[in-house]
């Protein structure tokens, strides 16, 4: 079942910060986040239920409906606990964020609750959207760090563009390959960074 365009718009959105070179992209696709698990689950409850009001947060996850478990852990208790983190982070902290591990692991949790609400969307991804996640997962807490390692350095060795052009001293390099900078490659190559995730055997 495909999901609706705009929630996958969104998780596009999503990703894009994760992997570009902005200040705070781990605080702004945090809160996206969330708000994006919110919005898929009205848009669900209403596609149910047009008459549907005002619903909070905590109904939507209470519906047994749209009540997902997640392995051992509740997945309703741990999309609460983000909720109320998300909150504090947009009212009252502006300097609290997240690192990397704890950001992939809420961007794979919208997945989760996507397919929950559609189920079999994410196999409808493009395949642009299926590599940017498996690239996520290696970031995630539970991710293979080894094959992340791998990987990375499989990103920075790789030759971006053809033979490197000779610079001036005075020019600083970027390399494009790094994670800092991979979003300049990492939305256009996508055969390259599949090819290169085989290679390490990533998930």
């Not at 499989?154 to 020019?171: F, L, Y």
Request: charge should be positive.
């Amino acid at each position: 079942m495909r999901a609706p365009r705009d929630i996958v718009a969104a998780l596009e959105c999503v990703t894009s910060i994760f992997f570009s070179d902005v200040r705070h992209k781990n605080r702004a696709a945090f809160i996206l986040c969330d708000e994006l698990v919110e919005m898929t689950c009205k848009t669900k409850a209403k596609a149910s239920n047009h008459q549907l009001g005002k619903v909070g947060f905590h109904s939507l996850l209470c519906d047994a409906g749209r009540t997902a478990q997640s392995g051992k852990c509740d997945f309703r208790t741990r999309r609460s606990f983000v909720h109320r983190t998300r909150n504090d982070m947009q009212h009252n902290n502006a300097a609290a964020t997240v690192d990397d591990p704890h950001c992939a692991d809420v961007i794979l949790d919208a997945v989760h609750v996507i397919d929950h609400c559609y189920p079999g969307a994410s196999a409808e991804f493009s395949d642009g959207m299926k590599v940017l996640l498996r690239v996520i997962g290696l970031h995630a807490t539970n991710g293979n760090k080894s094959k992340l390692a791998a990987f990375e350095g499989a990103m920075v060795n790789n030759r971006w563009g053809g033979p490197k052009p000779k610079i001036r001293t005075v020019v600083l390099p970027v390399s494009v390959g790094h994670r800092r900078y991979s979003g300049i490659v990492i939305h256009s190559e996508y055969a390259t960074i599949e090819a290169l995730l085989n290679r390490v055997g990533a998930p």
